[in-house]
C-alpha cells in the first residue's frame, strides 16, 4: 500500500492520522495509544472492528472473479475509466469493491483505495495489485463507518454497493464527485425470462443520493452472451436473483449451454457542494 494511500486513511479506534512502521509490516495511528494493524501478507488492512460484519464468502468472490476476468462487464469498467478520465480523480474510494476487478483497472495512473466488508474479496484484489503493480490499496472496512480521512478524496465509486451518502459526502474533498452506478430497467432481462415465467423490469435505485449536485445521467446498454453453465451460473450468483429464486426456477440454467442477455447499467455522476 503506498504512502498516498497511507495518508489517506485513520485509525478506525480513535480517528487519528495513520503511518507505517520502518519495516513496513504495520500501519499504526499517530493517536495516544498508538492502535496498530498488521498488513496481511496479500498487502492488505483490516480496518473494519469487531462488528464490522462479513461480506460476500469466498465462493461468491470466486464466482465473480471468473465472470468479470472473462471480460463480460469490461465496457462498464471502460465506461467507469472514462468519466473519471474527465474528472479530478488524483485520490479514489472505491466503496464496496468486492474482489478489485474495478479497482485495480482504475489505479493506472491515480491512486485507488478499495473497501469492502469481505475479507476473501479483499485479500484476492490485493494479490491482483501486486501482480499487476497498480496504485490501488485495500482495506477490510464497512461503508458506513469507512477508516478514511474527512474531506481526502477527488471522488468515490459506487458500483451496485449500498450508497451511504452522508459517508460518501464527509470523504469527499469540496467539489468532488460520487459515480454511483445501478442496474437499469433491462439489466439481465434475458436471464429472467429464463428463470421466471413473468420477468419484470428493474426500478431505479432508492438510495440515491439527495444532497449532492446530479451533473451527469448515462445509461449504458449492450448485450452479451455467457458460454458455459458454469459462468452462467457465476452470473446468476452475482445478482440478488440469487437469494430471491426457488430451486426449480434455479435448475432451468443448468440446461443451458450458452444465454444472452442485455446489460443495462444506469451511471450517474453526483458533485458535492464547496
Known sequence: MNHTIIKLLRCPVCQSSMNV??????????????????????????????????????????????????????????????ILDTLPSATVLDAGCGEGYYTNRMAVGRDVLGIDLSRAGIEYAARRAKQLQTRAGFAVAS??????????????????????????????????????????ERHLMGLKKVLYENPYFNSTRADLPTKMK???????????????????????????YYWRTCETDRAKLDRLDTLTTELDFDIFVFRKGI
Not at 24 to 49: I, M, N, Q
Not at 174 to 183: K, M, N, S, W
Not at 225 to 234: C, L, P, S, Y
Open 143 to 184: 461503508l458506513f463507518s469507512m477508516p478514511v480521512q474527512n474531506a481526502a478524496l477527488d471522488a468515490v465509486i459506487n458500483l451496485f454497493a449500498p450508497c451511504a451518502e452522508e459517508e460518501f459526502s464527509r470523504v469527499l474533498k469540496p467539489g468532488g464527485h460520487l459515480i454511483l452506478v445501478g442496474a437499469g
Open 214 to 240: 446530479t451533473v451527469m445521467q448515462k445509461r449504458l446498454q449492450t448485450e452479451i452472451t455467457v458460454e458455459g453453465v458454469q459462468m452462467i451460473r457465476a452470473l446468476f450468483s452475482m445478482t440478488p
Open 21 to 82: 512502521t520502518d519495516d513496513g509490516r504495520v500501519c499504526r495511528c499517530r493517536g495516544p495509544r498508538t492502535h496498530c494493524f498488521d498488513f496481511a501478507r496479500s498487502g492488505h488492512l483490516h480496518l473494519g472492528g469487531p462488528h464490522a460484519g462479513e461480506g460476500d464468502t469466498k465462493e461468491a468472490v470466486l464466482a465473480r472473479r471468473a465472470f468479470l476476468d472473462a471480460g463480460y462487464y469490461r465496457q462498464l469498467s471502460d465506461t467507469v475509466n472514462e
